[in-house]
């Protein structure tokens, strides 16, 4: 079945480490994003990608990092400079035009111990 | 930059009654698309329905359907016969049309959700 996976599920993060969020699609989409979602905030945008080795910073790209070596993946690194870190993570991906919304993984839990 | 606004943070219905969740956006764009995304317990983020700015005809999918008044920049969305299994998180969002052809940025821009409680 076709669909967006995102790993791991859940993760947990020391105070000054990089972490990785993987998200891999097999859908065929040109176009792929990366939200947060915070309690009250609804999802923001981080960064998104339109095609392969091109990506965009969203509304709140500092502290964050991205790339898009290949169509189907498309991994969203946390760095130490990002000062709240701890949420909900999710990755989606959509056909690049047109009135088509967007599949979502199931998301990624990051915390910060 | 566009945004989008859902003013009911919680609305609550008994089931098997109708219930509509409110949304305005602004946008300079005459041309964009608009979602509604329902987030159950899960979190799993699932499209409820869509409409096309250029389409004057509201959108529907068996129970649930919309009111798009362009010119009010509004776009409510209808649960009828409501079910205990609508009970989720509702998310209005906003796609511009324009990306493409060299207008704006692309992404879904978001509203903060109505949390929609379903009374046994």
């Known amino acids: 079945d076709g669909g967006i996976t995102q790993s791991p599920k859940y993760l947990f993060r020391k105070e000054g480490q990089n972490v990785t969020l993987s998200c891999e699609q097999n859908l065929n989409h040109d176009a792929m994003y990366w939200y947060r979602q915070d309690p009250g905030q609804g999802l923001r945008l981080i960064y998104y990608s339109q095609i392969v080795n091109d990506f965009q910073k969203g509304d709140i790209a500092e502290g964050y990092s991205v790339s898009r070596e290949k169509k189907e993946s498309f991994p969203l690194t946390v760095t130490s400079a990002q000062k709240n870190p701890t949420t909900f993570y999710l990755c989606a991906s959509s056909i690049r035009q047109g009135p088509y919304g967007y599949t979502f993984g199931s998301g990624t839990r990051l915390t910060v111990v | ?120």
């Not at chain 2, 219930?19 to 698309?33: G, N, Q, R």
């Not at chain 2, 509201?58 to 609508?86: C, M, P, W, Y």
């Open chain 2, 1 to 120: 930059a566009q945004t989008v606004t859902q003013s009911q943070p919680e609305m609550s219905v008994q089931e098997a009654e109708t219930v509509t969740l409110s949304c305005t956006y602004d946008t300079s764009e005459s041309d964009y698309y608009l979602f509604w995304y329902k987030q159950p317990p899960s979190r799993q983020m699932i499209l409820v329905i869509r409409q096309e700015a250029y389409k004057q005809q509201n959108a529907t999918e068996n129970r649930f359907s919309v009111n798009f008044q362009k010119a009010a920049k509004s776009f409510s969305l209808k649960i009828s016969d409501s079910q205990l299994g609508d009970a989720a998180m509702y998310f209005c969002a906003y796609r511009s049309a324009n990306f493409y052809s060299g207008g704006g940025a692309d992404g879904l821009t978001f509203g903060k959700g109505t949390h929609l409680i379903i009374q046994p």
